[in-house]
């Protein structure tokens, strides 16, 4: 047998057990076999010592070849070994996907503090400044400087809690529009500002009204503030809390801090303006209340009305969360049912 | 106040429905309340003639009555009314009728009678009691002797009509009459009104010789009276008790009617006396003396303030003025002379009155917001007339005139100008004029300037952005352009405080806990427990509503440990809560607090819920400290952050609460709620933290920076030892850090055991230290170096054994 057809025989051999082989202790065991130092390849190689010179490369060229041939083949075996393996595990680590995640601790911000963030990030976007100030305030802030002095008629309509004569729990966050006001430098820029904040009414608790709720006073005093700023400005934040498809109408209304007063109302959500119960009927939800700054709350602050002027509006988020969500208790905030609380959780 | 459509009708040319007119006036001029037509949801209710009334046989109190309906024939209907007489007009309501509350009538049997309808009481077809006429509160109500049987009754009582609800604001006082109301429409519909002007025929006597006024006129700057005699006290004629009771007022006779219905046309409250009941022919205006009682028309008693008006008479108060009338001298069966008061009372004195003796009345109610001074004489000679058409009266001659002081009309200076930059449109001098103008305003234009005189009557306009109002609602809102502010640019920006109070609440939020907002007014106990200001003092309510809301909070766990309270009371075991918000603490001496910014949380149960592949754990210490350590790394406040045994907070348990500390300085503190207080909050085993916000947000912070990650490998070395069981980890973290040698990078607590292996008044606590070289690779024996002199270390401070 001449050393071409041995290698020849080898190779067919070599290629058919390596075909067979089962696992990947088998494919060694070939590899070593029929590759290692002591293996029939080697031999073959041996004997081309005594082959014609020219006849050498030729057969060494062969021989390389068979190796590289059965190599590949070995390789590619035990990959495939290996690949069925692994398949072999993988299939037995399937899980029931439809198995629920593992719970996490996760916590959310209060319905109120979203429609309070919300809106300030819409007013910061506007330019303007968000200021808190104590809730335990002056009559003189919360009251006076309002344009509601002691014996005003006004007064009745929102009751108070006094602690002392002239010290009360603000019943509204405008006192910081006055506490503003006396401090703003107007030739640095025009005074735009809101101020969210809780406030305090002397009214019983039940579904409709809380002795603490929420507001937040808007403000904004330059020299050419018209009352179409504030009709636009009213209007932005109804787009920006309900959506752009709902308008904003205004009606005449009665405010001691501001002149002209207004009242307004926004598209009901309900029913889209065509009328409904929770509109009774009018197609429009009343929302805020708003005005051009009163002349005498300007001049008490020490600004001269004649040359200033703005608008104010005051907006009540727990009215708007009640409004926009539906629920039917005020209660429903300040009790922190963890099932209320966690309701308002989408952020997409 | 409910106004009728149809008598506004009668002097606007209005071609507008009633829905329509209450819409226009709520976006122009006040709120509308309702807009209600009587006779809506009621049907076949029609006049029946009683023509005989027999007793039922079986029934002490059930009539059989044979009523003629306008049918062929009369309809036998049984009727349990005590007033029910034969030859009366009364309210049928037939067989398929509806009556109020949507009831439906059948015909029927009562005790084996055959009954073809329904014998009415007003209330039965809705009338609200209160405006039912006295005779007639307890059975049926007898109509008209005029009235047709079988027609409908809708418009015998006027209840075709509709009534619009005005809800008036405080500064418009003149929307509380027919006639300010007529004004207002005249001007927003661009129409003509001409108001009725009285006139009065004079008969008797001189009213000098006969009546004697004397007023504080600081108290009544107007105050006149009329004397009408001989009057004839009767029922008003239907067409006035229609107005009344339309109005939400009830009839009550002749004279008392009218005097209600010239206050609903023009908003001057009037009052009638009972002339001959007064002692003597002196009538003063004065406050009331110390002392002084007086019986109002109620047959209420009320102890006098010095500070009310009284009306009264030689002897005694007679009436509270602008309020209500005294009974001794009021109209009665017995009357036949009326002295008529119409007058301007100090708005102030009036509202304090009605507070103080709980009387708001429509008097009280109009002379609170200022009644029209240019027309006292006019309401008063209408009510006096109306005595003579209606009640035979002979009008005295004169008025007497206590006080009469006419205000001067406010003059107000207007620019086009200013009109146009304020509401930001682009009226017209004519347009601006010409709304003035129909509002009853005199306008007198030069230019650009506007001079604008405004009637007595519009005492609620003053200045000239009262005139924009009036201009802006004339014109319109939905007419003003929509625009939004112009000028020089302002910066909108978050303060650093703002932004770091927003970042704490993300972070507890991220690490599982949920926004609360509690009340901030609580109970004397729960304001003073938790207290970290243990000098602060209570701050009261003046006058709270209850006890759970009477105090300002000191503390903001209660307010948490309420909340979880209450669920736990609806069986949500598993609640973490945070809060943001202010503690207020009161300085002795000073009547208002500290507003100082707080973060607390409370957790109970679980704080993250078991699963099929995680078990049920519940919180502890450890875990509440996880998350308070997470925060306030976060918040990267500078300096050492330190946990130290409290045991003397009464309201926490003694061997699981810390204070935390910041470079040293306390914060706040954590840890488990005290077990018996737990219990008065029933609710289980809480964890909570109380942090001073502000003291956080005042403190230095770290900057975010980068640190080179060394490329070098770090080498670790474990050492586990037994310690006494008063050595704290804290102890042996800082002696390994002081000791640990320039390589050492951080030290981490892998274990800490006190089980049966470990000796009593022993515990075991095992560490990983973890040894770096920044710049070089670092050489075994370096460290094992190091190593050695902080296990001897350990041996020699803290009595360390190494296992
Ligand atoms: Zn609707």
Redesign the pocket.
Known sequence: MSLKDRLTELRQKGLTDIQQSGDLKDVNQIRVSLLGKKGPITEVLRGMRDLDASERPKVGAFANEVRDDLTNALTKRREELENAVLNARLAKEALDVTLPGTPVAKGEPHVIQQIIDQIEDLFLGMGYQVLSGPEVEEDKYNFEMMNLPKNHPARDMQDTFYITKEILMRTQTSPMQARTLEKHDFSQGPLKMISPGVVYRRDTDDPTHSHQFHQVEGLVIDKHITMADLKGTLQVLAHELFGDKFDVRLRPSYFPFTEPSVEADIT?F??GGK??N??KNT?WIEVLGAGMVHPNVLKMAGVDPDVYGGFAFGVGPDRFAMLKYGVDDIRNFYLNDVRFLTQFTKKG | MKISYNWIKEYLDLDVSAVDLAEKIERTSVEVDSVVKPSDGLKKIVVGHVLSVKAHPDSDHLHICEIDVGDDEPSQIVCGAPNIAEGQNVIVALPGSRIADNVKIKRSKMRGVESDGMVCALQEIGFPEEVVPKAYVDGIYVLPADAQPGSPVFDILGMNDSLIDLDVTPNRGDMLSLNGTLRDLAAIYDRPVTLDTPHVTEAGEAIDSQLSLHVDDSLSPQYRMRLVRDIKLAPSPMWLQVHLWNAGLRPINNVVDITNYIMLKYGQPLHAFDYDKFSGQDVYVRTAKAGETLTTLDENDHELDPTDIVIADSQAPIALAGVMGGLSTAISDQTVTVAIEAAVFEHDHIRKAAQRHHLHTDASQRFERGVNQAGVQDALDAAAQMLNDLAAGTVQTGTAVGSNHQPEAAVIPLTLTHVNAVLGTDLTMDQVSHILETLGFTVKVAGDDLTVTVPIRRNDIHIPADLLEEIARIYGYDNLPVTLPTGRMTQGRLTPAQRLMRATRKSLEGLGLNQAISYALTTEDKAQMFLTHPDSQLTKLAWPMSVDHAVLRMNMVTGLLDDIAYNTARKVKDVALYEQGRVFYRQEGQDRPAEEEHIAGAITGQLVPAAWNQPAQDVDFYQLKGIVAAYLQDMAVKGDVTYEPNTEMPEMHPGRTADILIHGHKIGFMGQVHPTIAKRFKIGATYVFDLNLQAIIDMPKQENQYDVISRYPAITRDIAMLVADDVTNEQVVALIERRGGAYLQSVKLFDVYDGVKVPKGKKSLAYTLTYQDKHATLVDDAVTQAFEKVTKRLQDELDAEIR
């Open positions: 009901c309900n029913c009328g409904c929770v509109c197609g």
